[in-house]
């Protein structure tokens, strides 16, 4: 499943989130949404009715955790598109369903089965897409206080005895509370666009949502 949505003619949606449903997600309390807000240090809209994109969602969840663990917001902020992108890859990867597809049954059936069969194949290219990361990376890592960073392997940085201490943050974890947390898909593909009568939503992980007329 190496082509574009656009030559299959698949249309994709990204979900958006209140700041309520924000605040469950992240943890992060209103009242801290609007002071990092004020400061230019939330992305997203602002107001009441102020919504915010599945990768804003998982970027604010990460920088809030830095945050927590006294690193400063203006300091993850230069990261935290690149860290969201992991994230939302490695939802889509997994087994929570973080992706809805809607179209008629058998085009939403071959969709997700050249989508499971590309996965066990190695190739990650329809996340990678959606998701808009090019090389997964499972942790953010600092050490010393140094400069914030994407790294496949923690394990290696810390046996190579480089520093006294470090932090780091477990992407594919996140991913996973993300999608639990979200309580509903992070994006939408619409493989029939053009068909009409009747079509599904099935989730990536295989259950099926209800029936839905076109």
């Not at 979900?15 to 004020?38: C, D, H, K, Y």
């Not at 939403?108 to 190695?122: H, M, Y």
């Amino acid at each position: 499943m190496k082509n574009t949505f656009e030559e299959h003619g698949w249309i994709p949606t990204e979900s958006t989130f209140s700041a309520t449903e924000l605040g469950t997600i992240s943890g992060m309390p209103l009242n801290l949404q609007r002071v990092w807000r004020s400061r230019g240090q939330l992305p997203g809209g602002s107001g009441k009715q102020a919504r915010f994109t599945s990768h804003q969602v998982a970027e604010i969840m990460v920088r809030y955790h830095l945050a927590l663990n006294g690193i400063p917001p203006g300091e993850s902020a230069p990261i935290g598109k690149e860290v969201a992108q992991q994230i939302l890859c490695f939802a889509l990867l997994g087994s929570g369903g973080a992706c809805e597809v809607v179209g008629q049954i058998g085009e939403v059936e071959n969709f997700l089965e050249l989508f499971k069969r590309d996965i066990l194949a190695g190739d990650i290219s329809v996340a990678q897409e959606l998701a808009g990361s090019v090389e997964l990376s499972q942790f953010l890592w600092r050490e010393d206080g140094g400069d914030l960073g994407l790294v496949a392997d923690v394990v290696q940085l810390i046996t190579a005895r480089r520093s006294i201490s470090g932090l780091f943050v477990d992407l594919e974890v996140a991913a996973d509370q993300l999608v639990e947390r979200a309580g509903r898909p992070l994006f939408s593909i619409n493989v029939s666009p053009r068909a009409s009568g009747r079509r599904i939503r099935r989730m990536t992980n295989g259950r099926m949502l209800e029936l839905v007329s076109g």
